[in-house]
């Protein structure tokens, strides 16, 4: 079992940066890859970001590909997103996730694919 805690979120004016931490349960937090996911109001959950399992790959969404960085610190059970020049449009609330073993990227981006999840948090964007 691994349990998961987002913090991080927040209301932000456009242009500016957050960044969102992920913390996870369990001795074996070097054998997950991580995933970051968004839901904003009316629309279906989709991919934001993802690292594998070692740190050594990373993954991002088009939309976020320059402006979003994701990482992790495995001494800490950590993920990290970090996110710049922040447009409204990423209102979202956002979601890490959690899956034993690498795979490749149609599994990646897959909300599916993935066994575990966090609560969420509320990151807020103003024009």
């Known amino acids: 079992q691994v349990q998961l805690v987002e913090s991080g979120g927040g209301l932000v004016q456009a242009g500016d940066s957050l960044s969102l931490s992920c913390a996870a349960s369990?001795?074996?937090?070097?054998?997950?890859?991580m995933g970051w996911f968004r839901q904003a109001p009316g629309k279906e959950r989709e991919f934001v970001a993802a690292?594998?399992?070692?740190?050594?790959?990373?993954y991002y969404a088009d939309s976020v590909k320059g402006r979003f960085t994701v990482s992790r610190v495995t001494a800490k059970n950590t993920v990290y997103l970090r996110l710049n020049n922040l447009k409204p449009e990423d209102t979202a609330v956002y979601y890490c996730?959690?899956?034993?073993?690498?795979?490749?990227?149609?599994?990646?981006?897959?909300?599916?694919?993935?066994?575990?999840w966090g609560q969420g948090t509320q990151v807020t964007v103003s024009s």
């Open positions: 690292i594998s399992s070692s740190g050594s790959t990373l």
């Open positions: 996730a959690a899956v034993s073993g690498d795979t490749d990227y149609t599994r990646v981006v897959n909300q599916r694919s993935y066994d575990y």
């Open positions: 369990g001795r074996t937090f070097s054998i997950y890859r």
